[in-house]
Each structure stands twice: as structure tokens, then as C-alpha cells.
């Protein structure tokens, strides 16, 4: 007679180990928005769960501001799972600001002409900024093309330092003088050589300055010709 004795057993099962992964990562330009990372768990069959985020060093929200952060997820163990943990970086790098810079060329109208200068950010934010002129304090107001101006930001923890310089032309203002003219007799005296401005103007306060002069001779019955002479308004005109 065969004869056996029966001795029970159990079966353990053992808590696995989830996959965590965080996604979201990577580098930004900064955008002022916040730049939130994802933590997926996954377990046996494929069964997700959401791990929750932190965010170091010492951030309760995603980051926002220019900086390096550490996202991790860190599942805790629970009934049929041990505990799984990820990390990523995420780093949010300074913006580069536009900058717009305009003026001229102008015409000499006796005033200081300046240049307009506008650096923006994110969404259209205006940023402080200077606004310089050289080799003076102020922009031109005498005929030029060498003065210049330079706007510019110095950068601060979100946005990149920015500048544009561009050159500032003032242009001579055209005015026609023309003579008078004028006639005496054989042997007299000339007459003084007067003129008067055809086309254009003077600036109030800008003087006429020299003197006309003609032709040499003395010839009854010829014609000589008046000219310009030293007669001038200065270099702002022409």
C-alpha cells in the first residue's frame, strides 16, 4: 500500500518596483510662463498612474523665471507597489529682447533732432532702456553725418543685454539767393550789389553773412556778371 502525506505551502507575492518617468524637461528661452514637468508611473500590464511633482531648490510652482530646477517625481510605495522616483532638469535661459531704433535723416531746421527707441520683451512688454547720443549729450541740430545714437538695454535676470546704434543725418536745407540787378554809368561809382532769397528761407536768427562781387571791367555798354562772392548762409545750407 502506497501511502503519502501531504504538506501545505503558500505562495508569496512580492511588491514590484513601477517605472517612473518624468517628461517636460529640456531648456527654455524665458516666455513668462510657468514650465510645468509631467510624472508618469507605470506598473504591471501597463497599468499609469500620475506621481506627483516637486520642484527644487525651493519652488512650490513650476519655474517661470530664468533658472535651473530640478523636477522629480517621487511615487510612494502603497499595497502592491514599491517606491519608484525620477528626475529631470529644467532650465529656463534669459530672452533676447527686439530693440527698434529710428530718426532721420532730417532736414536743418534750426531744432535738435532726436532718435526714437523702443526694446520690448515678452508679449510686447516695454523694457527700460537708455537712449545716448555722441558725440554730444543731445541729438543734432547742425548739419551732419557722423552723430549717432545708441539705445540700450543692460539685461537684467530675465532678458539678454540689447543695443543698436545708428547714425543720425542732418541735411543741408537748400535755399536760392539771387541777385539783383543793378546798372550805372560810365565812370560812376557801383552801386552796392544787393540780393534777395528766391526760394526757401532762413531759420529766424540765421544771418546772411560776406558780401556779392562782379565781373571785373569798366567797358560802356557791357554786361558783367554779379556773383556770389563770400555772400553765405553758413554749412547748413546749400
Known amino acids: 500500500l ?4 501531504y504538506s501545505p505551502a503558500t505562495l508569496s507575492i512580492k511588491k514590484v518596483r513601477p517605472v517612473a518617468t518624468v517628461a517636460g524637461g529640456g531648456q527654455f528661452s524665458y516666455d513668462g510662463l510657468p514650465h510645468a514637468a509631467t510624472c508618469t508611473v507605470v506598473g504591471v500590464n501597463g497599468q499609469t498612474f500620475q506621481g506627483p511633482i516637486s520642484y527644487s531648490p525651493g519652488l512650490n510652482e513650476p519655474p517661470v523665471n530664468v533658472s535651473t530646477v530640478t523636477a522629480t517625481c517621487d511615487f510612494a510605495e502603497n499595497e502592491n507597489y514599491l517606491s519608484a522616483s525620477d528626475t529631470d532638469e529644467i532650465e529656463i535661459v534669459k530672452a533676447v529682447p527686439a530693440v527698434a531704433l529710428t530718426g532721420g ?3 536743418y531746421d534750426g531744432t535738435t533732432h532726436s532718435a526714437t527707441c523702443s526694446i520690448t520683451g515678452v508679449g510686447n512688454q516695454t523694457l527700460a532702456h537708455t ?3 555722441s558725440p554730444g549729450p543731445d541729438g543734432p541740430r547742425n548739419v551732419t553725418t557722423t552723430d549717432s545714437a545708441t539705445c540700450a538695454l543692460a539685461g537684467d535676470g530675465n532678458y539678454e543685454s540689447a543695443s543698436m546704434t545708428r547714425t543720425l543725418v542732418v541735411n543741408p536745407r537748400q535755399i ?3 541777385a539783383d540787378p543793378k546798372t550805372k554809368s560810365y565812370g560812376e561809382v557801383d552801386p552796392a550789389l544787393t540780393y534777395k532769397i528766391t526760394d526757401g528761407s532762413l531759420v ?6 560776406g ?7 569798366e567797358a560802356a555798354g557791357a554786361s558783367y556778371a554779379i556773383k556770389q562772392g563770400t555772400l553765405t548762409a553758413g554749412t547748413n545750407y546749400f
Open 131 to 133: 537712449l545716448s547720443y
Open 105 to 107: 535723416p532730417f532736414t
Open 2 to 5: 502506497l501511502t503519502f502525506e
Open 211 to 217: 558780401t556779392l562781387i562782379r565781373d571785373p571791367g
Open 176 to 178: 536760392t539767393i539771387t
Open 204 to 209: 529766424p536768427g540765421d544771418p546772411l553773412t
